[in-house]
């Protein structure tokens, strides 16, 4: 079964063909079963395990009804499932995310090119949107920016060299979202030269040097990213880039970014508390957020942003503002109750 097989292959770019076979027939078989030995691999929490286990559990059950199967289903039955569910968007983003997880996993497996999910996930148009929405994504709350944070100091475990060097290599792209308020493609170009070896600074470059800035380092932003730098040499990575996709170097693509992000949410146990999506914009307004708290000055804020307008900031600090509020009224609430 495929819980027998070990996630750490030694040459993951050359897997065991009997393996992939016996995994192929699995999923077929068994797709419950095969889902089980997947999750266990991931590192979940208890919590959250349970969730993805009850949400895989249901498109199954929706598959079987429509007599579709892991093989045959495409984008129209996965869209017409996730546009059913009654539940608001956000809950409704979150099946989306495991079936296209889970389909990434088996199309490799099936040595398939397409994955039917990421395309419904990519159309902004599409139907299973309409539903009732939450406010925007907003912040972390204190908790939940503590929590992470904790979660990227937490022990690695027993983990293969390329498995090793993937996490740490994550937990450091969270560390400057969070930390240092970098976009996705700021991380993604991001060279080793802008790193201050020693300081807690990063230069941010752009084509248009006008635009260039230097953004600071939260500690313990500092902490992780000297900690990935050191397991990058040591791992003899190719290549300037501080966040490569592979060992030869190459940039990470912006998807997964963003599946490591989900990923690491998912770990340190934040995205079940939360009705809105922890994206990388979430925590680039939680590190603003954060300098907000200590009393930082809006234009200070928006020059470590990066914001070319004065505007923008002033906008980024009203949301914020009226978050707080919320936040502190629904405290207030709560304990009164």
């Not at 991931?42 to 949400?55: D, N």
């Not at 914001?307 to 629904?330: C, G, I, M, P």
């Amino acid at each position: 079964m495929v819980a027998s097989h070990s996630s750490g292959s030694a040459n993951p770019q050359a897997p065991d063909t009997d393996l992939f076979d016996q995994q192929r027939e699995d999923w077929r078989r068994s797709p419950n079963i095969a889902f089980d030995a997947w999750l266990a691999k991931q590192h979940f929490r208890r919590s959250s395990a349970e969730v993805y286990r009850a949400q895989w559990g249901a498109f199954l059950d929706w598959l079987t009804l429509r007599h579709e199967n892991l093989q045959t289903v495409g984008t129209a039955t996965i869209a017409h499932f996730v546009g059913d569910l009654p539940i608001r968007k956000p809950q409704r983003v979150r099946y989306l995310r495991l079936i296209e997880r889970v389909l990434d996993h088996v199309r490799e497996i099936e040595s398939a090119s397409t994955n039917p999910a990421r395309f419904i996930a990519q159309d902004g148009e599409a139907a299973w949107r309409n539903a009732r929405d939450n406010e925007p994504t907003g912040f972390l709350t204190s908790a939940e920016r503590a929590a992470l944070v904790a979660h990227l100091f937490s022990p690695l475990g027993d983990m293969p060299p390329g498995q090793r060097w993937r996490e740490k290599r994550d937990r450091a792209l969270i560390a400057v979202f969070l930390g240092a308020g970098l976009k996705t493609g700021e991380a993604r170009s991001l060279t080793i030269s802008c790193v201050e070896t020693g300081k807690p600074w990063v230069t941010i470059e752009a084509a248009n040097p006008a635009f260039t800035r230097r953004t600071r380092l939260s500690p313990f932003a500092v902490a992780i990213l000297e900690a990935w730098l050191a397991e990058r040499r040591l791992s003899e990575l190719a290549g300037e880039l501080v966040f490569p996709a592979s060992p030869s170097g190459r940039p990470m693509h912006k998807a997964t970014m963003l599946r490591a992000v989900d990923a690491l949410i998912d770990t340190a146990g934040i995205s079940q508390s939360r009705t809105a999506r922890a994206s990388p914009q979430t925590l680039r307004n939680t590190f603003a957020a954060d300098l907000f708290e200590s009393g930082a000055s809006v234009e200070l804020v928006g020059a470590w942003l990066g914001f070319a307008q004065v505007v923008s900031v002033n906008r980024l600090h009203r949301a914020w503002e009226s978050w707080h509020d919320a936040a502190e009224s629904q405290q207030r609430i709560e304990s009164a109750q």
